[in-house]
C-alpha cells in the first residue's frame, strides 16, 4: 500500500453535509451502511447504476450463510437495503459523476448536487469482462456465468465450458469439475497465460477438455444455454459446441475511474488498501470488489463492507472536522 497522504482541511459546506457517504449498493456497501447506521452516523448511499452490484444479476446465491434453499440475488439487495435503511441509511439511487479527496471535507457529486463529507467508504465493485457476442446478455444467469465458485453446483452432471487462458479461467475449470460430466477450456491463443503448476492439473484432469485458438461467436439457446458457436482463429471454420453452461473468465474492471490520480490503484486498477480497509488518504476506506482482486464472494463482500464501516466510525470519533 502506498504511503499515507496528507490532505488539507476545509471547512464543511451546507446542509448537503455529511459524517460518511458511501458508493455503492452491493453487498459491501449496504453492509457498510447497516454497520455505519447502527452507529449512529446517519451514512448516505448513492447506489451507482448497478443496484445491488454484481449480486444482483445472479439468479440464485446458495452460498451465503442463513438461507439454506438459497435466495435470489436481488431479493437479498433488498433485504439488505431493508435492514440498511431500517437504521437509518438515507439511500439515493443516484451515481457518482465526480468525487474529490484532495481537500476536507471530500466532495461527492452528482448529476444535480454535491455532497460534502468527512469519510467516504468506497465500494464501487468490479465488472467482468464480457464475450459480447450473441445471447449472452439474454442468457446471463440462464447459462451464463462469471462464477464458478457461484454457480457450478447447478451443472452437476452437465457439459460445460470455460472460456479464458488466465489463473482465474484454469483455477475455475478445475473447481467446476467437481460437479460438471465434462469441462471445455476454450482460449483464443495456442498457449495459457496460467502458471504452470495450473496448467499441469488441468492437462491431467479426465473432465477436461482444451480447444485452443478458438473462440466463441455466439451462446445459444432460449430459455437456457444450449451450445455454443466456437470460431477456428486459423482456418475461419465454425463449429457447434454442445454444452449447458458457459463460465466466461477473461478479467474483471474495477470501477475506479474516479479515482485515478487520486487514489494509489495497483497495476490492474484495484484499489489499494491494508488490512483495515484505509486507503492512503485518512477517512477513506474501500471495500468488497473494488478493492479485492482474489474471492469476488458475497460474503467476503458483505464482510469487507462492515469492516471498513467500523473503521470509518473509529475515524470520525477521533477526528472531528
Request: proline share 3%; with cysteine.
Amino acid at each position: 500500500m502506498a504511503k499515507t497522504k496528507q490532505i488539507k482541511n476545509i471547512s464543511p459546506g451546507d446542509d448537503n453535509h455529511r459524517r460518511l457517504i458511501i458508493l455503492g449498493s452491493g453487498p459491501a456497501g449496504l453492509s457498510a451502511a447497516l454497520y455505519a447506521a447502527r452507529a449512529e452516523l446517519q451514512p448516505l448511499l448513492l447506489t451507482g447504476m448497478e443496484l445491488h452490484g454484481q449480486a444482483g444479476v445472479t439468479n440464485l446465491i446458495e452460498n451465503y450463510p442463513g438461507f439454506p434453499e438459497g435466495i435470489g440475488g436481488s431479493q437479498l439487495g433488498e433485504l439488505f437495503v431493508k435492514q440498511a435503511e431500517k437504521f437509518g441509511t438515507k439511500i439515493l439511487y443516484e451515481t457518482a459523476e465526480s468525487v474529490d479527496i484532495s481537500s476536507r471535507p471530500f466532495k461527492v457529486t452528482t448529476y444535480d448536487k454535491t455532497y460534502t463529507t468527512d469519510s467516504l467508504i468506497i465500494t464501487t465493485g468490479a465488472g467482468a469482462n464480457r464475450l459480447n457476442v450473441p445471447g449472452e446478455r439474454e442468457l446471463t444467469g440462464k447459462g451464463v456465468s462469471y462464477c464458478a465458485t457461484c454457480d457450478g453446483w447447478f451443472f452437476k452432471d452437465r457439459p460445460v465450458a470455460v472460456i479464458g487462458g488466465g489463473d482465474s479461467a484454469l483455477e475455475e475449470a478445475l473447481f467446476v469439475t467437481r460437479y460438471a460430466s465434462s469441462v471445455t477450456i476454450i482460449h483464443r491463443r495456442d498457449a495459457f497465460r496460467a502458471g504452470t503448476l495450473l496448467q499441469q492439473r488441468v492437462r491431467e484432469n479426465p473432465r477436461i477438455k482444451l480447444l485452443m485458438n478458438h473462440i466463441v461467436t455466439a451462446i445459444q439457446g432460449d430459455d437456457a444455454v444450449k451450445s455454443l458457436l466456437v470460431k477456428d482463429v486459423n482456418s475461419g471454420k465454425e463449429k457447434e459446441l454442445a454444452v449447458e453452461g458457459v463460465f466466461i473468465f477473461i478479467g474483471h474492471v474495477p470501477n475506479t475511474t474516479l479515482f485515478k490520480g487520486q487514489l494509489s490503484l495497483d497495476e490492474q486498477g484495484y484499489v489499494q488498501i491494508n488490512e483495515m480497509m484505509e486507503t492512503m488518504i485518512p477517512g477513506v476506506f474501500a471495500a468488497g470488489e473494488v478493492a479485492d482482486r482474489h474471492y469476488r464472494q458475497v460474503v467476503t463482500s458483505a464482510g469487507m463492507g462492515a469492516a471498513a464501516a467500523i473503521q470509518a466510525t473509529r475515524y470520525l470519533e477521533n477526528n472531528r472536522y
